[in-house]
């Protein structure tokens, strides 16, 4: 392939911050829910001084949701995932008790929006805001629903004899 095609090709390629996620997902259509700027005190941290206190820990939760085409017909809250729910749900995992590190703060609440079979991608992001001075450190996750089980194909049911 000459360097002017792998040029082209590679040009005509979205970079990841502009991919289209719902071609990606094989989604007609998928609406973002978010929750921005959660803060909330929790316990977290491998240290001691850390696990002495409550700290200030930042949420932000991107969900990209599979909700009806053309959006609520009732204009109905039971129609679509509630933020709040969200909200609540991060507020209940604190609530459990200490947890020692970001990562895995971040997977229990990928793993609660997961939850509702709507959520096609979640992005979550936390923060701790009281452990270096001036900066937020913390991760960012990115999680898809387990795919289901895949069918046996009929061919193969044929050459195993099922």
Known sequence: MSLQRILAVQLAQPDAGE???????GEAALTRVFVRDLVLDGHIGVYAHEQAQRQRIRFNVDLY???PKGGPRRDSLDEVLSYEDVVNGI??????GHVNLVETLAEQVAALVLKDPRV??????VEKLDVVPGAAVGVEIE????????????????LSGA
């Open 19 to 25: 991919r289209d996620l719902a071609a990606e997902l």
């Open 65 to 67: 949701v599979r909700l």
């Open 91 to 96: 507020r209940g995992l604190l609530a459990e």
């Open 120 to 125: 096609a991608l979640a992005r979550v992001r």
């Open 143 to 158: 999680r898809r629903p387990p795919a289901a089980p895949a069918e046996v194909q009929p061919l193969l049911r044929v």
